[in-house]
C-alpha cells in the first residue's frame, strides 16, 4: 500500500497569514501525465470535503485560497490568506493505485 | 444535485455482519463513476474499504477482502455495504461517496456519515 505521511500533524497560523501543509507518498502517485494526489477538508461533525484533485486542480466551489502543489512523491496544500472558516482537519489521499489510502491528516487552528 | 445517504443500524454485535444502505439522488449509479463506502475511526483515521462501479465491477481493500462485499440495486440507485464477522475495531463512522476516475479521479460527493459502534 502506499503510505502518505502528512506534517505537521497541527499547525497554529495567524489570520491573514500563509498555511501550508506537505503530503509525502512512499512512492509515485504519477501515472500518464497525472498526479493522482487529492486534498479535502473536513470540519467536525461533516464529511470530508474535496478541495484540490489531482495535486492542483482547484474544485469547483472552492476559494481560490486554496492552492495545491508537487508532483511524484511531495505534495503541498497552501491556504493563502487563512481564515477563521478555514478551521478544520486537511487530508491528502492518493488514487493512483489499489488500495486508495488517506494522510494522517492536520488540523489547522487559528493562532 | 448529487446526494449520497447512508443508512444502517448504528450497533451491531460482535461476530455478526454489518449492513449500510447509500441511498443517491441526482444521478444514476449505472451512468458513470463507482461508489464507495469509506470509514473513520475514532482518533480519525481514514480507510477506503471499496466501490461498486457504474458497470457492476468491484475494487475491495485487500485488508478487508474476505469479509467485506459491495453490490448494488439499480431500480432504487442504492449500494450497499455487508461487512462480516465485524469486531470492536470495525467501530467507525461509515460514509459513502462518489468516485470520478474518468473525471477528477478524487472522491467528489460524500454523504454525511453514519456512525456504527460493534459492542454486545
Known amino acids: 500500500d502506499i503510505v502518505l505521511t502528512q506534517s505537521p500533524a497541527s499547525l497554529a497560523v495567524s489570520l491573514g497569514q500563509r498555511a501550508t501543509i506537505s503530503c509525502r507518498a512512499s512512492?509515485?502517485?504519477?501515472?500518464?501525465?497525472?498526479?493522482?494526489m487529492h486534498w479535502y477538508q473536513q470540519k467536525p461533525g461533516q464529511p470530508p470535503k474535496l478541495l484540490i484533485y489531482r495535486a492542483s486542480n482547484l474544485e469547483s466551489g472552492i476559494p481560490a485560497r486554496f492552492s495545491g502543489s508537487g508532483s511524484r512523491t511531495d505534495f503541498t496544500l497552501t491556504i493563502n490568506p487563512v481564515e477563521a472558516d478555514d478551521v478544520a482537519t486537511y487530508y491528502c489521499q492518493q488514487s493512483n493505485e489499489d488500495p486508495f489510502t488517506f494522510g494522517s491528516g492536520t488540523k489547522l487552528e487559528i493562532k | 444535485d448529487v446526494q449520497l445517504q447512508e443508512s444502517g443500524p448504528g450497533l451491531v454485535k460482535p461476530s455478526q455482519s454489518l449492513s449500510l444502505t447509500c441511498t443517491v439522488t441526482?444521478?444514476?449509479?449505472?451512468?458513470?463513476?463507482?461508489w464507495n463506502w469509506i470509514r473513520q475511526f475514532p482518533g480519525n483515521k481514514l480507510e477506503w474499504m471499496g466501490y461498486?462501479?457504474?458497470?457492476?465491477?468491484?475494487s475491495y481493500n485487500p485488508s478487508l477482502k474476505s469479509r467485506i462485499s459491495i453490490t448494488r440495486d439499480t431500480s432504487k440507485n442504492q449500494f450497499f455495504l455487508q461487512l462480516n464477522s465485524v469486531t470492536t475495531e470495525d467501530t467507525a463512522t461509515y460514509y459513502c461517496?462518489?468516485?470520478?476516475?474518468?473525471?477528477?479521479?478524487?472522491?467528489?460527493?460524500w454523504g454525511q456519515g453514519t456512525s456504527v459502534t460493534v459492542s454486545s
Open positions: 461498486i462501479s457504474y458497470s457492476g465491477s468491484t
Open positions: 461517496a462518489r468516485w470520478g476516475g474518468n473525471y477528477e479521479h478524487a472522491m467528489d460527493y
Open positions: 512512492e509515485s502517485v504519477d501515472s500518464y501525465g497525472n498526479s493522482f
Open positions: 441526482g444521478y444514476s449509479i449505472t451512468s458513470d463513476y463507482a
